[in-house]
């Protein structure tokens, strides 16, 4: 997998370390409803939602339970080679 530096560099992305309960294999995992684990500087966050093939990546659209926003924060998942799927946040509004 890819380290923690390695993706430091190219942005603001987190290492994807679950999906469904079991290491990722592909971006395929993730299309349709499921849960997420994210990984960035020690802290893990677990994501629930529905995720999209859209071109090389997969736009994962978070359920945020109790929030009053009209749309769902949505993640993009990117396949990183070797084994590493990353995830970039959603853009703050």
């Known amino acids: 997998m890819t380290n923690d530096v390695e993706m430091e560099a190219t942005g603001p992305q987190y290492r994807v370390t679950e999906v469904a309960g079991r290491e990722p294999m592909s971006l395929e995992d993730f299309i349709g ?33 109790g929030s009053a926003r009209d749309t769902d924060p949505v993640w993009t998942f990117t396949d990183q080679g070797g084994g590493a799927i990353a995830a970039e946040p959603p853009v703050p509004d």
């Not at 020690?42 to 071109?55: A, R, S, Y």
């Open 33 to 65: 409803a499921t849960t997420v684990t994210v990984e960035n500087h020690g802290h893990e966050t677990q994501l629930v939602g529905t995720g999209v093939k859209h071109d090389q990546a997969v736009l994962f659209h978070e359920k945020d339970s």
